[in-house]
Antibody, heavy 118, light 107 residues
């Protein structure tokens, strides 16, 4: 059974940093691309980032490019999102998700809440 | 960036009704389109990928169609459990983009 466990969210001041983690199990992690999506309170879904199965290719949405960095450790079945220079508008629930067999985001974590506020 | 526009933003229908949601892309995306269901306090669920392929485990009352710039999600017979917000997403090119969502209410 595919399981994704998001963690690392919390309260951070504007300009601060936070690293989200996603622990994966139940599937061949190193074979799957992975992604991050967020949902701000009362808003719609926003695609954040994508990383290839090897980690050699990464992609970002315009609102986070240059501030967020996605990475993975295939030896530990872990996905990460390093978030720097955080802004109030980054406040959201962040979800990690798998991309299997060329599909878009098919299995999702439960989400972790990031709140950026002073 | 490719803009995705859904209509309507909200719809109210009765149990058993046929419901259709439309998604338009600002440029051609072939069939690289997905539909997701988002319920309150739950993670999104993939319903349809490649415009018309039903994700494993998703009820057959959900179907998708379209190509190029116009796509539809159809619920053949609305059920109480379908209360949710539905999003289209293009994955033809980065950055991937979602529509603004369609909230489905049960009359």
């Amino acid at each position: 059974e595919v399981q994704l466990l998001d963690s690392g969210g919390g309260l951070v001041q504007p300009g601060g940093s936070l690293r989200l983690s996603c622990a994966a199990s139940g599937f061949p992690f190193s074979s799957y691309a992975m992604g991050w999506v967020r949902q701000a309170p009362g808003k719609g879904l926003e695609w954040v980032s994508d990383i290839s199965n090897s980690g050699g290719a990464t992609y970002y949405g315009g609102s986070v490019k240059g501030r967020f960095t996605v990475s993975r450790d295939n030896s530990k079945n872990m996905l990460y999102l390093q978030m720097n220079s955080l802004r109030a508008e980054d406040t959201a629930v962040y979800y990690c998700a798998t991309r299997s067999g060329g599909k878009p985001l098919d299995y999702w974590g439960q989400g972790t809440l990031v709140t950026v506020s002073s | 960036d490719i803009q995705m526009t859904q209509s309507p933003s909200t719809l109210s229908a009765s149990v058993g009704d046929r419901v259709t949601i439309t998604c338009r892309a600002s440029q051609s995306i072939g069939t690289w389109l997905a539909w997701y269901q988002k319920k309150a306090e739950k993670a999104p669920q993939l319903l349809i990928y490649k415009a018309s392929s039903l994700q494993s485990g998703v009820p057959s009352r959900f179907s998708g169609s379209g190509s190029g710039t116009e796509f539809t999600l159809t619920l053949s017979s609305l059920q109480p459990d379908d209360l949710a917000t539905y999003y289209c997403q293009q994955y033809n090119s980065y950055p991937w983009t979602f529509g603004q969502g369609t909230k489905v209410e049960i009359k």
